[in-house]
C-alpha cells in the first residue's frame, strides 16, 4: 500500500496536479479534460510524463526511506515489476501477440492473478501505448536528474528539480528534457 500511496496521492499524482493548479500554466493547461476519447478536440494530457512522474516517486519514496519494513519494500518491487511488464503492450500492437499470450507474459512475471491480468490486458488491447507510458516517463525522469546531477555537481538541488519538473505541468517528454535543460543552463548562469 505503501508504493500506491506514494503514486497516487504524494508526491505522486495528487502533487503534480496540485502543483499545475497553483502554477502560472494558463487555463487550457491547468484543467486538463480527461475524456480522451474525444482526442483530438481536447488537449492531450500527456501519459508518459503523468504516470512516469508517479512512478518515479514510488523510487524516490525508496530513496527517502520512506518504506518502514521489508513487506512494503516488496511491495514497492512487485509494482516496479508490474510496471515494467507493462511492455506486453508491445507484444499486443507491434508483435500481435493476442490475448491468452498477453495475459500468459503477465503471469508469469507479476504476482498478479489470472482475473486481475486479464482486465489488465483488456485495458491495454483498447488503448495502445498507454502501459508503456510509465516505465518510459520514470526512465526519462531519472535519465534527466542524472545528467542534471552530472554537469551541476554541488550545485544540484533536488528540490528544485521536481519543482521545475512539476510547475510546468504535464507536457511531451522532449519538452520536459529541454525545460530541464533550460533549468541547468540557468543554474550554471546563477553560480558563475
Known amino acids: 500500500m505503501a508504493a500506491l500511496s506514494m503514486h497516487e496521492t504524494v508526491p505522486g499524482h495528487h502533487l503534480a496536479e496540485s502543483y499545475s493548479l497553483v502554477s502560472d500554466l494558463p487555463p487550457f493547461r491547468k484543467h486538463m479534460n480527461w475524456r480522451v476519447i474525444s482526442a483530438p478536440f481536447y488537449f492531450p494530457f500527456f501519459n508518459?510524463?503523468?504516470e512516469g512522474w508517479a512512478l518515479y516517486t514510488?523510487?524516490?519514496?525508496?530513496?527517502?526511506?520512506?518504506?518502514?519494513?521489508?513487506?512494503?519494500?516488496?511491495g514497492r518491487y512487485i509494482e516496479e515489476m508490474f510496471?515494467?511488464?507493462?511492455?506486453?503492450?508491445?507484444g499486443l500492437h507491434y508483435f500481435g501477440w493476442d490475448q491468452e499470450r498477453a495475459i500468459e507474459y503477465?503471469?508469469?512475471?507479476?504476482?498478479?492473478?489470472?482475473?486481475?491480468t486479464a482486465i489488465e490486458i483488456d485495458c491495454y488491447i483498447t488503448w495502445p501505448g498507454q502501459a508503456c507510458g510509465y516505465k518510459i516517463g520514470e526512465l526519462k525522469i531519472k535519465e534527466l536528474r542524472q545528467k542534471a546531477e552530472k554537469e551541476l555537481g554541488p550545485h544540484f538541488d533536488l528540490s528544485e528539480f521536481h519543482y521545475t519538473i512539476l510547475s510546468n505541468g504535464p507536457m511531451p517528454l522532449y519538452t520536459l528534457e529541454n525545460v530541464i535543460d533550460s533549468w541547468i543552463n540557468d543554474v550554471i548562469l546563477r553560480k558563475v
Do not use: Q
Open 48 to 50: 508518459s510524463y503523468l
Open 83 to 90: 510496471r515494467a511488464c507493462k511492455l506486453v503492450d508491445t
Open 106 to 116: 503477465l503471469l508469469n512475471d507479476t504476482g498478479y492473478t489470472r482475473e486481475g
Open 58 to 74: 514510488e523510487y524516490l519514496g525508496e530513496e527517502m526511506g520512506i518504506y518502514r519494513d521489508d513487506f512494503e519494500l516488496m
